[in-house]
């Protein structure tokens, strides 16, 4: 028996003209992620994506995969019977044998978007229950809460049977929105940020500051575990490992205690800017949290964008660190985020911070520096890897 996965995209029907557009960059990005599984076809058809097997193909794995592809909405392992009623039924009871001998109540629904097919919906609905039921002596029918609804499809080639549909990742095609960075420290919230801008289209880039001796090798192998947990849903991210010990020392010998962070934060934004504008990123992307902590102020945000040279998101600026600790389960990063291998912010970290900083005071404070002759020869330094 032929079977197939069904793919429906969600906001994408929501384009109007430039609805093809994302719906390509989709198919674009469910193959790559079906990569490696084998031989198989990706079509599109009357706001669905397919995608056919060939002999050997992986169709377990392909599932598990397409689940985390963003841009899709949900998805059906499905059976493909031929467009005639008795050869549809027949599959039918045959594919769903194993649920159907194993619950109590079902119901059918049906959806013909071939409109040359004879019979409308509430014939097929009628004829494949009572089928069933002749075939399932443990079935009843239950419209309203059934145990298991059985769908049947009429499309263009095949009549195509499944269970219900299997919620996906949501969000927009990986891409679509342009390309962003984000600043990863290794912590909680910064692969939850770029998980949450990855599903609103941004391909991903990452940029992580490395102090060695004060930061581990460890440290660096965290960040790029999680970027490959985030790489499950989001595809490929270009990880950029920025030396940053003379810019840390530099901050603790030359500027006063209570606004070290904030002068390391300005600048981790301009470094992150220029290696961003070098990888074709149009934004920069945080995990900041608002109040979270003492750099994370209205007033200390206010800083650090001063010297940002492209937009900065912040995808949990509202979000709780309960809300945020729900994300990184679901993602997988919470138990790699809390491995006690301690990131460049948790460096010279001031007793006293600084809670309401002016752009006026950083400014003087950084003057006395030449912080440009350091930050070239930190982006100069820079370390590139590709994370799958």
Not at 111 to 117: A, G, I, Y
Not at 273 to 284: E, F, H, M, T, Y
Not at 329 to 345: A, G, H, V
Request: aromatic share 8%; hydrophobic share 40%.
């Amino acid at each position: 028996m032929k079977e197939i996965i069904l793919i429906k995209n969600g906001e994408l029907a929501l384009k109007g003209l430039n609805r093809s557009t994302f719906e390509d960059m989709l198919v674009g990005n469910i193959r790559r992620r079906l990569k490696g599984l084998g031989d198989f076809e990706v079509r599109k058809s009357q706001s669905t994506i397919m995608v056919e097997p060939g002999e050997d193909f992986d169709l377990e794995e392909a599932c598990g995969r397409i689940g985390k592809v963003f841009g899709i909405a949900g998805y059906s392992r499905a059976a493909a019977a031929p467009k005639e009623m008795e050869r549809m039924l027949a599959a039918a009871a045959e594919y769903l044998a194993p649920t159907l001998g194993s619950v109590r109540t079902f119901k059918v629904e049906a959806k013909r978007s071939d409109k040359n097919f004879p019979l409308r919906s509430p014939e097929i609905c009628a004829q494949a229950g009572g089928y069933l039921l002749s075939r399932f002596k443990n079935l009843s029918v239950d419209v309203r809460n059934p145990d298991f609804t059985v769908m049947i499809e009429v499309r263009d080639r095949y009549i195509y049977i499944h269970g219900p549909q299997i919620r996906g990742a949501g969000g927009m095609p990986t891409g679509s929105s342009g390309r962003g960075a984000v600043l990863i420290s290794g912590g909680i919230d910064s692969p939850v940020a770029a998980w949450m801008m990855a599903k609103r289209g941004l391909a991903l880039s990452a940029v992580h500051f490395a102090s060695p001796p004060y930061t581990s090798p460890m440290a660096e192998k965290k960040v790029q575990d999680l970027l490959s947990r985030v790489a499950r849903y989001s595809g490929r991210v270009a990880l950029f490992t920025v030396p940053f010990t003379e810019i840390q020392e530099t901050i603790r010998d030359r500027c006063p205690e209570e606004f070290f962070t904030l002068v390391m934060r300005r600048m981790m934004m301009r470094i992150a800017g220029i290696v961003a504008q070098k990888d074709n990123c149009s934004a920069l992307i945080t995990g900041e949290s608002l109040g979270q902590v003492a750099s994370q102020t209205v007033y200390a945000l206010g800083c650090t964008d001063a010297v940002a040279q492209m937009p900065v998101l912040r995808p949990l600026i509202g979000m709780d660190k309960d809300e945020i600790v729900r994300i990184s389960r679901k993602i997988d990063t919470f138990e790699l985020s809390s491995l006690p291998y301690e990131d460049c912010c948790t460096v010279f970290t001031p007793r006293h911070p600084r809670t309401r900083p002016t752009v006026a005071q950083l400014e003087k404070v950084e003057s006395a520096v030449a912080w440009d002759e350091m930050i070239a020869r930190a982006v100069a330094d820079t370390k590139f890897k590709m994370i799958y």
